[in-house]
């Protein structure tokens, strides 16, 4: 910060670049140049398929050379998934990893990308005859935490910072949820999140038997509804890396928001602890964020399993995510050696995250 | 018309009186094998304007005044054909400037051999081109004289580019007439230069002085990032892999190109 108080007009994305110079650098080692080449070129997007619209996206898709990354894994990829019809079905498959370990993955999640080192980009997804737009376009990265959380017939689940709503859209693919309780404090952007549930799910499924969309403070929610549900994740706002060092509007590097900034850890750790609460005792909570912050990343998890321990008397455990990085290590390039979670980080040819997410249980 | 075509074809295979001079003989006894002889005989047969045939003798004799030997000479006609068709006046104008611009015999000799195409070149193009690189990117005039000489090229191109090119390397790279000089900079297309630069500056291998001229790393100089091939510009300077690289040239020129329209040159601030 002192550098930057010498250089007044030093524009946001110029203050971000020399903040990650610092600590990224020594945090990532030998990586750091290529995530940080990556970080400043043009990302890649995924097609969240949208299996509520009748404009079948998928073989126009697979045509432009595209290839879903879930469905379509090099090794170890059950016959039955592949086959699977367009028909969304709400059994989950079981895939194990060479370990043995069990990881359910819902098959109706869809996402397509252009393969490794292709830069082509997708066309804007087009309207069938209801308005429904035939994919949602996102970082393919971002799908890891919804898929992660392993959601199941008949949950509960708490979205709990969810908007604009690309994962809760593809939380919503799976059709297994009983009840969806979407949250954001931002109303401008849940007004937002309505709007692309409206252009992506058809009015029957968006009643007020199967989701809510609130707007209150997230870190409240234990005090509101505790105990409750079955998923819940935590998708904390943070300092969007990726858009800190292209975007000087709005960028929380800029002069007037470093209070706001330094704040965020403690935002996310109370967010994180009121999800923790929110949730059922065996209930799972995912934490997620798009930055490589180890501040904002692990330290805030390490102190969340603490303190509800310390005053809250909830015992957690943490879910091992390596079996996930296997399945997907072909798509994605992983942080190697993370003691806690695991973070996807950009890489020119696999242009998607980063991407945190470390997966809790609640054991009490 | 088919009267016309005929009348031409004609002359080309039967050399005006004028030139009848120029037998295979007299092109053995300037000093080439008979086999160069042959061979430049019949090119000038080709050469399609009719009187291009007169302009060949004195040519002939003014590379073989400024020391080169008939192999480069033939070298020469094969490089440039246009050679064959430049007036003797011209062409003495033309070898005078570069004298006087501080191309004296050895390396105008040089020059000239390998970049032959360097006599079409108007003289007052060459003038201006001199004038744009002292005047406008401040080059002293030994260094203007190297730069002509070691990218005689650089006469060809559009003025605007050049500028662009310079400020880009002056003020984006921050580095001085001197080493541009030392490493040849005009040699290099601005995609090239840019591409490769661009890359270092995203993977955090070179940073743009501040106005005091400082950066906070140390970059690498020009000749090392410019003057090696890919390899091992790849492996000594930015540290990585031909795939990354590979992946980066192609989302480069997708961005140069897209930006391009908005895009004005680079401010100097
Ligand atoms: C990373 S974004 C969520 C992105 C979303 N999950 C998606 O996939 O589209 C973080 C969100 O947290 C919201 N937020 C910030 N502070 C909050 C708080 N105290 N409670 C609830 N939401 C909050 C922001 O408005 C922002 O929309």
């Known amino acids: 910060e002192k550098w930057a108080a010498t250089h007044p007009k030093l524009p946001p994305t110029r203050l971000a670049v020399h903040h990650f110079d610092a600590t990224y650098s020594t945090q990532l080692g030998q990586l750091w140049p290529s995530v940080r080449l990556a970080m400043l070129s043009e990302r890649k997007y995924g097609a969240l398929l949208n299996n509520f619209s009748h404009n079948v996206a998928l073989t126009e898709l697979k045509a432009q050379g595209c290839v879903d990354f879930i469905s379509e894994r090099e090794k170890d990829v059950p016959s039955c998934l592949e086959e699977k019809s367009e028909e969304p079905s709400d059994v989950s498959m079981k895939s194990s990893d060479a370990d043995g370990e069990q990881l359910s993955l819902s098959p109706n999640i869809k996402c397509l990308v252009f393969p490794r080192g292709d830069v082509t980009r997708f066309k804007p997804a087009r309207p069938d005859k209801n308005g429904l737009l035939g994919y949602y376009l996102m970082d393919a990265a971002s799908l890891l935490p919804c898929l992660a959380l392993d959601v199941q017939e008949g949950h509960s689940v708490l979205d709990l910072c969810g908007a604009p709503g690309g994962k809760t859209l593809a939380l919503l693919q799976t059709q297994a949820i009983r009840f969806l309780c979407i949250n954001d404090s931002s109303v401008s952007r849940t007004l937002r999140l309505r709007k692309v549930l409206h252009s992506y799910v058809p009015k029957h499924f968006l009643t007020n038997e199967n989701l809510r969309i609130t707007s209150f403070d997230g870190t409240k929610w234990g005090e509101i509804e505790s105990n409750t549900f079955d998923r819940v994740l935590v998708d904390v706002p943070c300092t969007t890396d990726r858009h800190s060092l292209m975007e000087d509007d709005n960028n929380i590097f800029s002069k007037n928001r470093t209070g706001e900034r330094r704040r965020l850890p403690q935002l996310q750790l109370e967010l994180l602890l009121a999800g923790i609460q929110a949730a059922c005792p065996g209930g799972e909570i995912l934490y997620s964020t798009c930055t490589l912050s180890q501040n904002q990343n692990l330290s805030v998890v390490e102190q969340a399993i603490y303190q509800a321990r310390e005053k809250d008397g909830i015992h957690l455990q943490v879910v091992d995510l390596k079996p996930l990085m296997r399945m997907f290590g072909n798509t994605f390039h992983f942080a190697p050696d993370l003691h806690l979670g695991e973070m996807v980080i950009p890489h020119l040819v696999a242009n998607f995250g980063p991407i945190y997410m470390c997966k809790l249980k609640r054991l009490t | ?269």
């Open chain 2, 1 to 269: 018309s088919f009267t016309n075509q005929a009348t031409q074809h004609s002359q080309d295979l039967n050399p005006p009186s004028g030139i009848t001079e120029l037998s295979l003989r007299s092109f053995i006894d300037m000093g080439f094998t008979e086999s160069q002889a042959e061979q430049i005989y019949e090119s000038l047969a080709n050469v399609r304007k009719g009187d291009s045939a007169k302009h060949i003798l004195p040519t002939l004799t003014a590379l073989f005044v400024l020391g080169l030997n008939p192999s480069s000479v033939k070298k020469c006609l094969e490089k440039c054909p246009e050679l064959y068709t430049i007036k003797e006046a011209q062409l003495q104008q033309r070898i005078s400037n570069l004298r006087k611009i501080g191309l004296v015999e050895g390396s105008l000799q040089r020059m000239v051999a390998h970049y032959p195409r360097i006599l079409t070149v108007p003289s007052k193009r060459v003038k201006n081109v001199v004038m744009f690189l002292k005047e406008k990117c401040l080059f002293t005039s030994q260094q203007v004289t190297d730069i002509i000489r070691d990218c005689p090229a650089v006469v060809l191109e559009n003025l605007d580019q050049l500028e662009y090119k310079f400020q880009y390397v002056y003020f984006r790279m921050g580095v001085k007439q001197a080493e541009m000089v030392k490493c040849r900079l005009f040699r290099y297309s601005l995609d090239e230069i840019r591409c490769r630069h661009t890359f270092l500056e995203r993977r955090g291998f070179y940073e743009t002085p501040d106005k005091k001229g400082q950066t906070t790393i140390i970059n690498p100089n020009l000749d090392s990032v410019l003057n090696v091939d890919q390899d091992t510009f790849l492996a000594h300077v930015a540290q990585t892999s031909a795939e990354e690289y590979d992946v980066f040239k192609r989302l480069a020129a997708r961005e140069w190109q897209e930006g391009e329209l908005q895009q004005g040159r680079t401010e100097p601030d």
